[in-house]
């Protein structure tokens, strides 16, 4: 069962950029939905980006398309979150997650349709 670990949040202000990593343990599955989701204080955990394991199919929430970029790469087994132009709305707990991969074909898919959660990376962003 693989194991994923997020790293790379941080504190910023507005208009700066992370780079958010997530490390799988063993092998995903290319076929796989692969996402990243956000979760702000007192608010449901919600998907900003997924992706097919094999590269394909990137998705976004609106209010991160043109500012948010998912990739990953095979042969590290590292899922990445680019995020540039940050905004205050934009904090919260970062998580990585896995799913079946129709998972990225649904407008919103919920954050209880994915498993293999690591342990979340916080970014701040400052007005």
């Known amino acids: 069962q693989a194991q994923l670990m997020e790293s790379g949040g941080g504190s910023v202000q507005a208009g700066g950029s992370l780079r958010l990593s997530c490390a799988a343990s063993?092998?995903?599955?290319?076929?796989?939905?692969l996402g990243w989701f956000r979760q702000a204080p007192g608010k449901e955990r919600e998907v900003v980006a997924r992706?097919?394991?094999?590269?394909?199919?990137?998705r976004y929430v609106d209010s991160v398309k043109g500012r948010f970029t998912i990739s990953q790469d095979n042969v590290k087994r590292v899922l990445y979150l680019q995020m540039n132009r940050l905004e205050p709305d934009d904090a919260g707990m970062y998580y990585c997650?896995?799913?079946?991969?129709?998972?990225?074909?649904?407008?919103?898919?919920?954050?209880?349709?994915?498993?293999?959660w690591g342990q979340g990376t916080q970014v701040t962003v400052s007005s």
């Open positions: 992706m097919v394991g094999d590269g394909s199919s990137p």
């Open positions: 063993t092998y995903i599955n290319r076929l796989n939905c």
């Open positions: 997650a896995v799913a079946s991969s129709d998972r990225c074909f649904t407008p919103t898919p919920s954050a209880g349709e994915f498993q293999h």
